[in-house]
T-cell receptor, first 113, second 109 residues
Framework: TAGITQAPTSQILAAGRSMTLRCTQD?????MYWYRQDLGLGLRLIHY???????GKGEVPDGYSVSRANTDDFPLTLASAVPSQTSVYFC????????????FGNGTRLTVT | GQNIDQPTEMTATEGAIVQINCTYQ??????LFWYQQHAGEAPTFLSY??LDGLEEKGRFSSFLSRSKGYSYLLLKELQMKDSASYLC??????????WGAGTKLIIKP
């Protein structure tokens, strides 16, 4: 089934450790996004990529980095996790930047202790 | 600043009609989106409005008034499976989505 795959589904991470959240799509979408979702807040954009080889900063990029080596993969790395990064992380894609609708992965629930 | 407002929680009865309101203030406007999100799942697309008026899609309809910065999602013939959060999002002049915190809809038998 075509779509977006995120891994892991959930993770408990000690503060100060690093981690990469994986995201792969098989729809050949050009644009990909990473959001975090926290209780009582709307989805907040962390980083985005309009096409392979390019990335950009969203609303809350600090403490996170991304890469887009090819069309399909868009990993999100936390270099040194802090408790405020406890959240649910969603990867999403669209055919082109600003195109609708967004297709979302099933999310990664991350707890930083 | 950019802001999306929607009620935190609403309760309705199975078989009834419910209207979820959303007001938005964004830098520029390229459309208003509604997504449905069941607990523990990913958001899924429901509707998109860029012109004033009502868009009907089965039991769900979405309305937009650009002059008032206002939209609503209308759900008819409510079913228990409609229990979910409904997310309103406005696309700004940079084609970035600004999201509301979501409205949790509770359906009672």
């Amino acid at each position: 089934t075509a779509g977006i795959t995120q891994a892991p589904t959930s993770q408990i991470l000690a503060a100060g450790r690093s981690m990469t959240l994986r995201c792969t799509q098989d729809m050949r979408h050009n644009a990909m996004y990473w959001y975090r979702q926290d209780l009582g807040l709307g989805l907040r954009l962390i980083h985005y990529s309009n096409t392979a080889g390019t990335t950009g900063k969203g609303e809350v990029p600090d403490g996170y980095s991304v890469s887009r080596a090819n069309t399909d993969d868009f990993p999100l790395t936390l270099a040194s996790a802090v408790p405020s990064q406890t959240s649910v992380y969603f990867c999403a894609s669209s055919r082109s930047p600003g195109d609708s609708p967004l297709h979302f992965g099933n999310g990664t629930r991350l707890t930083v202790t | 600043g950019q802001n999306i407002d929607q009620p935190t929680e609403m309760t309705a009865t199975e078989g009834a009609i419910v209207q979820i309101n959303c007001t938005y203030q964004t830098s520029g406007f390229n459309g208003l989106f509604w997504y449905q999100q069941h607990a523990g799942e990913a958001p899924t697309f429901l509707s998109y409005n860029v012109l004033d008026g009502l868009e009907e899609k089965g039991r769900f309809s979405s309305f937009l008034s650009r002059s008032k910065g206002y939209s609503y999602l209308l759900l008819k013939e409510l079913q228990m499976k409609d229990s979910a959060s409904y997310l309103c999002a406005s696309m700004d002049s940079n084609y970035q989505l600004i999201w509301g915190a979501g409205t949790k809809l509770i359906i009672k038998p």
